[in-house]
């Protein structure tokens, strides 16, 4: 089953950083402190407050959500204040569009545009249905099958700026890349999806998802 096989690439990636920081050297610190850019996934990791097990299991169903399109099963992981949605990699709190939990559960019936910002290039507006801007922007992939799945950890691709360390500083997210498709485009039609989680109470939520592309 797909599902095991994406439990296992989470517990490795876990399990090789956790191993690395012991012999680091990296000092125990409490889940609320911010932990330096350079330390990587394994400073996240040195807090052991963090239930990655169940985090790696909200991920997971998140990602097998989008990828059937079962927006019922995805309104249950919504965050209460709402889920934050961005387009490409610079993240901009002041325009990106929140849905609501009743939003996302019935967002394949929802007949009306939203505006999530501008394209890339042309600066036409991407005013689009629920339902069509998740095709395109969030079940556009196979996410489940990523070749590359990086906690905490951000990567400067393509000309955009990536803000997300700035705004997500002590927040738990997964990024899930593909590197290419298609060899003639010598890598520049990468993508990656981005997952940003809080807990309450025990349990994961999700309140941003973003998308990831060459830009121009």
């Known amino acids: 089953m797909m599902s095991g096989n994406f439990t296992k690439k989470i517990f490795f990636l876990i399990s090789l950083f956790s191993f690395g920081l012991f012999f680091a050297g990296c000092t125990k610190q409490s889940s609320s402190e911010a932990c330096p850019l350079t330390g990587g996934v394994a400073c996240w990791i040195a807090s052991w407050t963090v239930d990655y097990s169940n985090l790696s299991w ?21 965050w209460p ?36 910002g501008s394209y890339d290039g042309s600066g036409e507006p991407i005013d689009l249905w629920i339902g069509q801007y998740f095709e395109k922007f969030v079940s556009d992939e196979a996410w489940t099958t990523a070749p590359i799945v990086s906690l905490n950890q951000t990567i400067q691709r393509g000309n955009t700026i990536n803000n997300i360390d700035k705004i997500y500083t002590g927040k738990q997210w997964a990024e899930y890349y593909f590197s290419g498709f ?7 039609d990468w993508k990656s999806l981005t997952l940003v989680f809080e807990p309450i109470n025990g349990q994961w939520y999700l309140i941003w998802i973003i998308h990831w592309s060459w830009t121009i």
């Open 58 to 78: 909200a991920m997971e169903q998140v990602l097998l959500a989008i990828e059937a399109k079962d927006m019922q099963t995805l309104s249950t992981f919504v």
């Open 81 to 116: 204040d709402g889920l934050r949605i961005s387009p490409y990699q610079h993240i901009n709190t002041g325009s990106d569009v929140v849905l609501s939990t009743q939003e996302v559960a019935n967002g394949l019936s929802i007949s009306r545009s939203y505006l999530w």
């Open 182 to 188: 298609d060899a003639q485009f010598g890598g520049m």
